[in-house]
């Protein structure tokens, strides 16, 4: 399983300046033996738990540059090849979703005359099968680090789980 530093070196390009970017560590270094015992025991623990499976991840891209969002689609794509995550189905709407508001010219008077503005919305969609949680995590990471100005993102996760007790054959 690749690192998010190991995952940033290779798909970061280089720095303008050598001290650009330090990533660090939030975990505070323990005091005394007791505490690092406590410290490891609980590292322990957390290792034990099972990572979360998701079936599907849903981008949904919505911008006012249909380019910049196709350009933001490879990107994504290209990422998560890196990481060895099936890409689905990606796709993007024919035409753009226009949004229309009518105003008076002027405030007070002349209600004849008026004025339309007109705001274009163009929507792309991606698909990501078969993901682990810590993965998922750090392709999401990355992709909404590197959001292009204009554009926004929606992420909808499909987990998968266990069926429930009462669910299950033979349970009865």
């Not at 995952?7 to 690092?36: G, I, V």
């Not at 490891?40 to 919505?62: T, W």
Request: proline content about 5%; aromatic content about 10%.
């Amino acid at each position: 399983m690749l690192k998010f530093t190991d995952l940033y070196r290779r798909l970061a390009p280089a720095p303008l300046w050598s001290n650009a970017l330090r990533l660090c560590s939030t975990q505070a270094t323990p005091t005394s033996s007791s505490t690092s015992a406590a410290v490891m025991q609980q590292q322990s623990n957390a290792l034990d738990l099972p990572d979360k499976l998701y079936s599907r991840l849903e981008l949904q891209m919505k911008g006012i540059d249909p380019e910049v969002m196709k350009s933001y689609a490879y990107f994504a794509k290209t990422a998560a090849e890196h990481l060895d995550i099936e890409v689905g189905k990606h796709w993007a709407l024919r035409k753009a979703v226009k949004d229309r508001m009518t105003l008076l010219k002027s405030v007070h008077i002349y209600k004849k005359h008026r004025v339309q503005y007109e705001i274009r919305n163009y929507y792309r969609f991606m698909h990501f099968h078969k993901l682990t949680g810590s993965t998922l995590e750090t392709f999401l990471e990355y992709i909404e680090r590197n959001l292009p100005e204009g554009v926004a993102l929606k992420v909808t996760k499909v987990e998968l789980q266990e069926l429930p007790e009462h669910l299950k054959p033979g349970s009865a």
